[in-house]
């Protein structure tokens, strides 16, 4: 809807139906000796917030490197908007939304809530890495090669470290080694290692500053990326490589599909 002078709501299709009569309406004054100026029930303004079309630039889309700190600082303070993966996602888009504007702000980074708790509280894949794993992918046709190295990256890493300026709470909080992507793992090995509940707001603060770690560390990769200096670093345990030698598509058995640790959850697999 948009509103005429009047204030009145109008919609597009008459919008359109008054404006053709406006154009007609100066036409015709021209011809016949009317004044040129048509009536004031005539005029239609369209306000400055309509949306116009535009073309949408085909895949991947123009990246502008990230300032990590910036963007790890819009992840923590939307995790307590939106979670997770929200969080890990609007770090990133948020920023070049803020940088660059169209197309980025055509996405809405609200489609990424679904992802929180490992997928609607499933415990799957961590959000702060579904997040941030969405958002390289529009930036950027060779995903693969930064992506695989932030999800090793984050089975290695102690988390949490980032300290945020001006924290929602104020937890001098442990960290622990998740040795795998899952949040369901991720999340019990912390809370084990730091005596919480996972429902504990310590927790919930844990994983807003894990999800700035994770986009200031995707933000990193992207830039090096950008700048044609990406170098991949992280190679699988021993644990992975010797059970897929077995169980993996290139092993007897063929019968496992996973980068990741087995023992992790799996302490005597046969």
Known sequence: MVKNTMGEDVSRRDFMKVAGAAVG??????????????PKETIVEVPKDVPVAMDV???PWTYPKLDP????????????????????????????KAEVGFPFTQIPSQMMKYGGGGGLGWGMICGALNGALAAMNIISDSYAGIGNELIGWYTEHAFPVYEPSEPNNEF???????????CHVSVTTWSNTAGVKES??????????????????????????????????????????????????????????????CLTCHEDPH
């Not at 700190?69 to 070049?96: H, K, M, N, P, T």
């Not at 001098?172 to 899952?182: A, C, F, I, N, W």
């Not at 700048?227 to 991949?232: M, N, Y």
């Open 25 to 38: 309406g100066l036409a015709i004054g021209a011809v016949g000796g009317y004044s040129l100026i048509p």
């Open 57 to 59: 630039p085909s895949w």
């Open 69 to 96: 700190e910036a963007a790890a600082q819009r992840a923590y303070d939307s995790y307590w908007v939106g979670g997770c993966s929200y969080a890990g996602f609007e770090g990133i888009v948020g920023e070049l």
């Open 172 to 182: 001098d909080l442990v960290t622990s080694v998740s040795g795998s992507p899952l």
């Open 200 to 261: 504990d707001t310590e927790r919930k603060e844990r994983c807003a500053r894990l999800v700035a770690d994770v986009v200031k560390k995707a933000v990193e990769l992207m830039n090096a990326q950008a700048d044609g200096t990406f170098t991949a670093m992280f190679a699988p345990a021993t644990a992975v490589t010797g059970c897929q030698s077995c169980h993996g598509k290139d092993g007897m058995l063929d019968n496992v599909a996973t980068k990741d640790n």
